[in-house]
């Protein structure tokens, strides 16, 4: 029997995209363990909810807070939604693979992919449970995809999310804590080695967020060029959470549910095919700093499913052609670029440049931004007016050379390039000269901006 698409993996782009394709095609979902189980949790802006999802939504974030050890701080009520829901993952996960069925496609559990074929005629899959023939194969394996490496297919240059953590259970209640925060950072004194260490170089966040009046969900996070081991995760977790002074209503929590991930973060593109294959999810690194990823499968999985459907029926599925599909719906390009400069700040800035960073957020703070536009950023909802006001806001707190002495070398061009779209080409021929790319000499080289704003 021959299908039109085998899906590698039953997580949940697989899944999304499987009960979408499976309304008008044959699928086979191929998972090595079962479909739809997971690690993972999940909240999502307001808006990726729709009515079929709702239902396996609750309540959600509704105030965000950022604490450091050396003096960052910030605190705000949701500005961009009232509330951003939870997913409910264990009731959505299996509603999908039970559509899925409905529809008349197969899921198959324990069944680990092995390798693949690609011929004018299609791909032949080759599986723990036999051979299964199709049009088109779909990656939905993740972070690690075996299906990427055997295609040559680096990821050396993306960001990674380590993430560790448990559902907790406060039987003696929150001290303090409201139901609906979310602390985004929070830092400690003996996870920094000095004030120069850098979340790139190992340094741990802690974040929180209370589901109800005595259930949390609690977590440390890396961002880094490498993927931290979950057995290097673990222990850290467990001293934070029983042992650090700042997280005393964590002591006498029981851990009800292990919870831990890995994501990528990438850079402006994230279209990626070969011969009748592409790539989902985060094989395809579909994510953003705000909920897993969960909102950018849920923003999005429909229109990538309809122009699947569309490729399908014009049997035009070459590289080329896949490639060209587009995976995401946004405005403007700024709402990718902008991403990605804020993963790249947050995981190379210094301690005390973070704190700078946090405090903008912080009435007090001589530049004070509204923090809406934190939310935009990491929501991928952001205007190109509203990125040049976050870009005017960080240039008035930071020189142009310390942000560029923060970033690695190779993500220097990249953002120069992708820069261009948004300011003069002065500055870039400002920066490139710094850089060593070219260009003339700066006509101002000590201005202390950067950028010249309105």
Same mark, same amino acid.
């Given at each position: 029997?021959?299908?039109?698409?085998?899906?590698?993996?039953?997580?949940?782009?697989?899944?999304?995209?499987?009960?979408?394709?499976?309304?008008?095609?044959?699928?086979?979902?191929?998972?090595?363990?079962?479909?739809?189980?997971?690690?993972?949790?999940?909240?999502?802006?307001?808006?990726?909810?729709? *009515?079929?999802?709702?239902?396996?939504?609750?309540?959600?974030?509704?105030?965000?807070? #950022?604490?450091?050890?050396?003096?960052?701080?910030?605190?705000?009520?949701?500005?961009?939604?009232?509330? /951003?829901? /939870?997913?409910?993952?264990?009731?959505?996960?299996?509603?999908?693979?039970?559509?899925?069925?409905?529809?008349?496609?197969?899921?198959?559990?324990?069944?680990?992919?092995?390798?693949?074929?690609?011929?004018?005629?299609?791909?032949?899959?080759?599986?723990?449970?036999?051979?299964?023939?199709?049009?088109?194969?779909?990656?939905?394996?993740?972070?690690?995809? $075996?299906?990427?490496?055997?295609?040559?297919?680096?990821?050396?240059?993306?960001?990674?999310?380590?993430? /560790?953590?448990?559902?907790?259970?406060?039987?003696?209640?929150?001290?303090?804590?409201?139901?609906? !925060?979310?602390?985004?950072?929070?830092? @400690?004194? *003996?996870?920094?080695? =000095?004030?120069? +260490?850098?979340?790139?170089?190992?340094?741990?966040?802690?974040?929180?967020?209370?589901? !109800?009046?005595?259930?949390?969900?609690?977590?440390?996070?890396?961002?880094?060029?490498?993927? $931290? +081991?979950?057995?290097?995760?673990?222990?850290?977790?467990?001293?934070?959470?029983?042992?650090? #002074? =700042? +997280? =005393?209503?964590?002591?006498? $929590?029981?851990?009800?549910?292990?919870?831990?991930?890995?994501?990528?973060?990438?850079?402006?593109?994230?279209?990626?095919?070969?011969?009748?294959?592409?790539?989902?999810?985060?094989?395809?690194?579909?994510?953003?700093?705000?909920?897993?990823?969960?909102?950018?499968?849920?923003?999005? /999985?429909?229109?990538?499913?309809?122009?699947?459907?569309?490729?399908?029926?014009?049997?035009?599925?070459?590289?080329?052609?896949?490639?060209?599909?587009?995976?995401?719906?946004?405005?403007?390009?700024?709402?990718?670029?902008?991403?990605?400069? $804020?993963?790249?700040?947050?995981?190379?800035?210094?301690?005390?440049?973070? *704190?700078? @960073?946090?405090?903008?957020?912080?009435?007090?703070?001589?530049?004070?931004? *509204?923090?809406?536009?934190?939310?935009?950023?990491?929501?991928?909802?952001?205007?190109?007016?509203?990125?040049?006001?976050?870009?005017?806001?960080?240039?008035?707190?930071?020189?142009?050379?310390?942000?560029?002495?923060?970033?690695?070398?190779?993500?220097?061009?990249?953002?120069?390039?992708?820069?261009?779209?948004?300011?003069?080409?002065?500055?870039?021929?400002?920066?490139?000269?710094?850089?060593?790319?070219?260009?003339?000499?700066?006509?101002?080289?000590?201005?202390? =901006?950067? @950028?010249?704003?309105?």
């Amino acid at each position: 029997m021959q299908y039109d698409a085998i899906i590698i993996g039953g997580g949940p782009a697989g899944l999304a995209i499987a009960s979408e394709l499976s309304l008008t095609r044959r699928v086979l979902v191929v998972e090595k363990g079962i479909a739809g189980n997971t690690n993972r949790s999940w909240f999502v802006p307001l808006d990726v909810v729709d *009515d079929s999802v709702r239902p396996f939504t609750y309540g959600g974030v509704t105030r965000f807070l #950022a604490n450091t050890y050396s003096g960052g701080k910030a605190q705000w009520n949701a500005r961009q939604f009232p509330r /951003y829901p /939870y997913v409910d993952e264990k009731r959505l996960l299996p509603h999908w693979v039970d559509t899925i069925r409905v529809n008349g496609s197969e899921v198959l559990d324990q069944c680990e992919y092995r390798s693949h074929q690609v011929d004018a005629d299609g791909v032949l899959v080759d599986t723990a449970r036999g051979k299964f023939a199709a049009r088109l194969l779909i990656d939905c394996t993740g972070y690690n995809s $075996m299906i990427a490496r055997q295609y040559g297919i680096s990821r050396a240059s993306y960001y990674w999310w380590s993430v /560790y953590g448990a559902i907790g259970d406060h039987p003696n209640g929150l001290d303090g804590m409201q139901v609906g !925060d979310y602390m985004l950072w929070q830092t @400690f004194a *003996d996870t920094t080695a =000095s004030a120069d +260490t850098s979340l790139q170089q190992g340094r741990p966040l802690f974040e929180y967020e209370i589901l !109800d009046e005595r259930t949390s969900f609690s977590l440390i996070l890396y961002l880094r060029r490498e993927i $931290m +081991t979950r057995e290097f995760m673990e222990p850290v977790y467990n001293r934070i959470i029983r042992e650090e #002074a =700042s +997280t =005393s209503a964590f002591h006498g $929590m029981a851990v009800k549910e292990i919870k831990y991930g890995w994501y990528p973060s990438a850079s402006v593109s994230q279209e990626l095919a070969r011969e009748r294959v592409i790539f989902a999810g985060d094989a395809a690194c579909w994510t953003t700093p705000c909920g897993w990823g969960m909102s950018f499968i849920l923003n999005n /999985y429909r229109d990538f499913t309809a122009r699947l459907e569309q490729a399908l029926s014009a049997d035009r599925l070459g590289r080329a052609e896949l490639a060209a599909i587009p995976h995401f719906r946004f405005r403007e390009r700024g709402e990718i670029v902008l991403n990605a400069l $804020m993963t790249h700040f947050l995981s190379n800035a210094s301690a005390p440049m973070l *704190d700078r @960073f946090i405090n903008l957020f912080n009435e007090t703070s001589p530049n004070h931004i *509204d923090p809406i536009y934190c939310e935009k950023v990491f929501t991928l909802d952001i205007t190109p007016a509203e990125v040049h006001t976050v870009l005017a806001t960080l240039l008035k707190e930071f020189h142009l050379k310390e942000l560029f002495g923060i970033l690695q070398p190779d993500d220097y061009k990249l953002l120069v390039e992708e820069a261009a779209a948004y300011v003069g080409e002065s500055v870039v021929e400002e920066v490139r000269h710094w850089l060593h790319f070219g260009g003339d000499k700066p006509q101002n080289p000590e201005r202390n =901006s950067g @950028f010249d704003f309105a």
